[in-house]
Each structure stands twice: as structure tokens, then as C-alpha cells.
């Protein structure tokens, strides 16, 4: 099977260890937080319903808790940030 070079990370990666939706090059967490966010962003596009989105942030235990604390810090640091209320 095709692996990911050391220095690429896979964004969108399936929940059964399918290939993730593209291959991109390792980057900070507010990159990775901007590729998402963006991708997620134009597919669910302008017309949030008034009450807005639910999002859950899961790393299918694949990426330690830490790591994904600096993420989820990035994310509420983001242009997002203030949109986002954490329950």
C-alpha cells in the first residue's frame, strides 16, 4: 500500500484508514486549521441555518491528545474562532 512521506500529512483522512481526501505538506496548526476550515467552509457554503453548525472534533485516536490541543487552540485563534461556542 501507498504511504505518506514523513513530510506530508493527509487531510480528510476516512474513518476506516481509507486514504485521506488529498496529501498535503506538513504544515503549522493554524495552516492545517485554515485548510479545513476552508474546504469545510465552501461545501457546506453561505446559507448556515440561524442556529449554525454542530462540529466535532475527533482524531479517531490517531493523533495524541496534546496535538490535537494545539489544533483545537488554532482553530479558536482562527478567523472561526469567535464563531464557534464550545460546549
Known amino acids: ?3 505518506v512521506r514523513p513530510e506530508d500529512m493527509e487531510v480528510g483522512m476516512g474513518v ?11 504544515a503549522p496548526a ?9 474546504a469545510v467552509t465552501e461545501r457546506l ?6 442556529s449554525g453548525y454542530a462540529c466535532l472534533v475527533n482524531n479517531l485516536g490517531g ?7 494545539v489544533l483545537l487552540g488554532a482553530l479558536m485563534k482562527s478567523k472561526w474562532g469567535e464563531e464557534i461556542k464550545l460546549l
Open 45 to 50: 457554503g453561505a446559507d448556515a441555518p440561524p
Open 63 to 69: 493523533v495524541p491528545a496534546i496535538e490535537m490541543s
Open 16 to 26: 476506516h484508514g481509507e486514504p485521506g481526501a488529498r496529501t498535503e505538506a506538513m
Open 1 to 3: 500500500p501507498e504511504s
Open 30 to 38: 493554524s495552516k492545517i486549521v485554515n485548510i479545513i476550515m476552508e
